[in-house]
């Protein structure tokens, strides 16, 4: 891992590095899109930009990766690795591209820290960076070639459903009428749009459903915040998006996939959009035949606004063991909860493994539940939309 000699620089120099990332991450963007203009317009998410969370993102994976080699020198942080590169090989991220990043970044460190960067220092750094990105591309070369490939693949829309007001699930079929891989429950897969200025945007969707054999299942929630770029690709689905069109979609990726033998208590927790992962889980279990307790646990503004409502309660009700707990703002019905998502009279069976996505407030206030209750850390998984800044030290 990281040089004895690296080692004591790093660690000299970690409270000066870490407290200026934030700047030197907002440097480094802005130096990078100017000299490659192509990666705003078609590889990063121009609405996590314009909203500061990518940078922060790399920013909090940058210390992680730091102080976990300072903290663990004979280990590897491979979880969040493995997080990242799902992440980046669903984008199509190319090896040749970390070179890219690495120049412009050291570039915005020397220049917001200055004679800070001495020859040692710089060294030091760039060994932290490599052992980071070899690690990554390694990673995502292997997740490539376990799914044939890179390659975009189109897609043809064969329903839309209009799950709520917000809400759309597409189902599609490749277009070349050629097979489909399997995916494992709570995956997800990129997809690709064409919008009007020229752009070829890029969002992960989780795999919402098992809609049929060859068939794919998207449920795309509109983002109506005001000022472009947000939500330009989630915008762009609900209006221009129906039946007989076509998208480009990745294989599928993704570290949040059940793990779990058939005789393990599980508990499934998700806010609002965060269900789409959560119905192809219990789509899986019931499909499976998993007999162990499952705790189906979902907070929302209202039924209404519950996408996949239907769904979440029909798979639930067809495994022999699982409790369903909702939760509502507003116009709860007799059988769910008023109020916001709270596990005090939730029942958690020992040992049981969690799973949770949705906002992060709402995620870490779970995850503090369960712990009080006895359920292990290591045993609480969790899926971010977006930059995932449960890494940048938000925790």
Not at 224 to 230: D, I, K, M, N, Y
Request: proline share 6%; glycine share 8%; charged share 20%.
């Amino acid at each position: 891992m990281l040089s004895e000699q690296s080692t004591a620089t790093v660690r000299a120099t970690l409270p000066a590095v870490g407290g200026a990332l934030g700047t030197i991450t907002e440097r480094f963007y802005a130096g990078l899109f100017a000299a490659h203009p192509e990666l705003l317009r078609d590889l990063f998410n121009r609405g996590n930009q314009a909203a500061g969370t990518q940078r922060q993102a790399l920013a909090g994976s940058v210390a992680a990766f730091a102080t976990h080699l300072l903290e663990h020198p004979g280990q590897r942080p491979d979880a969040m690795l493995r997080r990242i590169a799902h992440k980046h090989a669903s984008l199509g991220v190319a090896p040749e591209q970390y070179a890219v990043v690495h120049e412009h970044l050291f570039a915005a460190i020397a220049e917001v820290l200055g004679d800070a960067v001495t020859p040692e220092v710089a060294a030091a750094w760039d060994e932290v960076y490599w052992l980071m990105a070899n690690a990554l591309i390694a990673v995502e070369q292997r997740l490539r070639e376990e799914r044939g490939g890179h390659t975009w693949r189109t897609w043809e829309v064969v329903e839309r459903v209009a799950e709520t007001e917000d809400v759309a699930t597409f189902r599609l079929r490749p277009a070349d009428g050629g097979p489909v891989r399997e995916f494992l429950a709570g995956q997800y897969v990129s997809v690709r749009v064409a919008l009007a200025d020229g752009a070829r945007q890029k969002r992960q969707y989780s795999l919402s459903g098992v809609p049929g054999p060859g068939l794919r299942q998207i449920s795309v929630k509109r983002v109506r915040e005001s000022g472009a770029p947000a939500g330009e690709v989630s915008n762009h689905l609900h209006a221009h998006v129906r039946v007989g069109d076509v998208l480009e979609l990745s294989e599928p990726y993704g570290d949040l996939v059940l793990d779990a033998a058939s005789d393990t208590p599980l508990l499934l927790a998700s806010a609002g959009i965060g269900v789409t992962p959560m119905t192809a889980m219990l789509a899986h279990l019931a499909d499976s035949g998993h007999r162990a307790p499952v705790t189906v646990v979902h907070g929302d503004r209202s039924p209404a606004a519950h996408a996949l409502r239907a769904d979440h309660q029909a798979y639930a009700g067809k495994l022999p063991d699982a409790a369903v707990h909702f939760w509502y703002e507003h116009d709860a019905p007799a059988d769910a909860h008023s109020g916001l998502v709270d596990l005090t009279g939730v029942a958690v069976a020992p040992g049981t493994h969690a799973y949770l996505c949705g906002p992060l407030p709402f995620m870490r206030a779970v995850r503090t539940q369960l712990i009080a209750k006895g359920v292990a850390p290591a045993d609480v998984h969790y899926e971010v939309f977006g930059p995932d800044l449960w890494l940048a030290g938000q925790d």
